[in-house]
């Protein structure tokens, strides 16, 4: 499944569910609603972590 929103990684042989925000990882697993996800932090408007892209 490909994702235009939400942002998910392979690590190894598990994905995670990437943060829009800032990048931390909220969950595991590939199936996830395509949207953009955001940690507790960043809903709250408190995340001092900018998302860094990794080239
Ligand atoms: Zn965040």
Do not use: Q, W
Request: glycine letters at 10%.
């Amino acid at each position: 499944m490909e994702y235009e929103h939400a942002i998910v990684k392979m690590n190894g042989d598990v994905a995670n569910l990437l943060c829009n925000g800032c990048g931390l990882v909220i969950a595991e697993g590939k199936e996830h609603e395509d949207r953009e996800h955001y940690c507790t932090l960043c809903m709250s408007g408190n995340c001092k972590a900018k998302f860094k892209k990794e080239p």
